[in-house]
């Protein structure tokens, strides 16, 4: 039972620390473009530049 006194405040610190960071994210912009990030990969002109 002393156990649960240690490990509930700990689940809801991390909890709460978890939640934070995802609104610390969503304020940033972080899932702005979602389509754009998935379209980025097939985009050749940057490495066709590093090579050359």
């Known amino acids: 039972m002393t156990q649960?006194?240690?490990?509930?405040?700990?689940?809801?610190?991390l909890?709460?620390?978890?939640?934070i960071a995802f609104?610390?994210?969503l304020k940033h912009g972080q899932y702005d473009d979602m389509e754009g990030?998935?379209?980025?990969?097939?985009n050749d002109d940057e490495d066709d530049e590093l090579l050359s």
């Open 15 to 19: 909890g709460g620390l978890g939640l």
């Open 4 to 13: 649960l006194i240690i490990l509930i405040p700990i689940a809801l610190f």
């Open 37 to 42: 990030a998935a379209a980025r990969i097939l």
């Open 23 to 25: 609104l610390w994210s």
